[in-house]
Nanobody
């Protein structure tokens, strides 16, 4: 079992940057592929980015490529989402998720086994 705790959200202005962290419990973090999803007000949850268990592979939502970067530190059981040039439409609750997988990435939330509680990101114009 993996427990995930997100942090790093907050209120920022358009154009600012934020880095979200996802701290995972347990000793097997390196066996899990990680993903970030978000849910804006009145919207469905959507895929943001994913990274393979080793960190060798990453996948991004097309609209976010170039502004968001996913990474992980397996030694410290933490995944990150660096968000640059934030826009008001990036306002959402951001969730990290983990899936048991030795390789590859997934953009489908159905593939993920564990979820964090979410962290709010609000971008003002």
């Amino acid at each position: 079992q993996v427990q995930l705790v997100e942090s790093g959200g907050g209120l920022v202005q358009a154009g600012d940057s934020l880095r979200l962290s996802c701290a995972a419990s347990g000793r097997t973090f390196s066996r899990y592929g990680m993903g970030w999803f978000r849910q804006g007000p009145g919207k469905e949850r959507e895929f943001v980015a994913a990274i393979s268990s080793s960190g060798a592979s990453t996948t991004y939502a097309d609209a976010l490529k170039g502004r968001f970067t996913i990474s992980r530190d397996n030694a410290n059981n933490t995944a990150y989402l660096q968000m640059n040039s934030l826009l008001p439409e990036d306002t959402a609750v951001y969730y990290c998720a983990a899936r048991q997988s030795w390789a590859g990435t997934s953009s489908s939330d159905r593939q993920y086994d564990y979820w964090g509680q979410g962290t709010q990101v609000t971008v003002s114009s």
